[in-house]
């Protein structure tokens, strides 16, 4: 049974770097095409790609966030770690982290963690 | 980046209705297109992927069609757990999209 569940901080400050963590089971993240990746979802408005992560290590970001954003892995620990600096208000949002099965044929999320709240405030 | 857009952005339709929802994206993603469902306060569930495939588990009165740059999601007879948000997402390339989403309220 694959599970994945967000942890991180609930309340940041503006211009703080916020890390996430993403705790899986039930998969290794070390089969060919499977993948990791984080997705946001600002309050009452619509989902956001953010990152993404291979069993390999290929990554890739969306492109106007990218400057911002840190995806890394520890297959070892069974976690992916999403890493964003200076963050606004604007990035509050509840993110999730999704998972991408070996098998499927590209990048859609079957499974999804339950989602965690970040409210960005002074 | 490929855009993708959806539409209607919200309806309003009755229990036992059919449901059309279309995505449109901005440049040909081939079948590279899943449907999501999202309820109020949870993550999204996938529907529908590779534009037609019904995922498992769903029921089969969710389908979906297209290629290229224009899809659709159809819902052949809304039940009461059918009134939620629905979104699109292409994976044909980096930067993946979602849709804006289509919100299905009761008549």
């Known amino acids: 049974q694959i599970t994945l569940k967000e942890s991180g901080p609930m309340l940041i400050k503006p211009t703080q770097t916020l890390t996430l963590t993403c705790t899986f089971s039930?998969?290794?993240?070390?089969?060919?095409?499977?993948?990791v990746g984080w997705i946001r979802q600002p309050p009452g408005k619509a989902l956001e790609w953010l990152a993404f992560?291979?069993?390999?290590?290929?990554?890739h970001y969306s492109p106007s966030l990218k400057s911002r954003l840190t995806i890394t892995k520890d297959t070892s620990e069974k976690q992916v770690v999403l890493i964003m600096t200076n963050m606004d208000p604007v990035d509050t949002a509840t993110y999730y982290c999704?998972?991408?099965?070996?098998?499927?044929?590209?990048?859609?999320?079957?499974?999804w963690g339950q989602g965690t709240l970040v409210t960005v405030s002074s | 980046a490929i855009q993708l857009t959806q539409s209607p952005s919200s309806l309003s339709a009755s229990v036992g209705d059919r449901v059309t929802i279309t995505c449109r994206a901005s440049q040909g993603i081939n079948r590279a297109l899943a449907w999501y469902q999202q309820k109020p306060g949870k993550a999204p569930k996938v529907l529908i992927y590779?534009?037609?495939s019904l995922q498992s588990g769903v029921p089969s009165r969710f389908s979906g069609s297209g290629s290229g740059t224009d899809f659709t999601l159809i819902i052949s007879s809304l039940q009461p757990e059918d009134f939620v948000t629905y979104y699109c997402?292409?994976?044909?390339?980096?930067?993946?999209?979602f849709g804006g989403g289509t919100k299905v309220e009761i008549k």
């Open positions: 997402q292409h994976y044909d390339s980096y930067p993946l999209t």
């Open positions: 999704g998972h991408r099965r070996a098998a499927a044929s590209g990048a859609f999320f079957e499974y």
């Open positions: 992560i291979y069993w390999d290590d290929e990554i």
């Open positions: 039930g998969f290794a993240l070390s089969t060919k095409r499977e993948g």
């Open positions: 590779d534009a037609s």
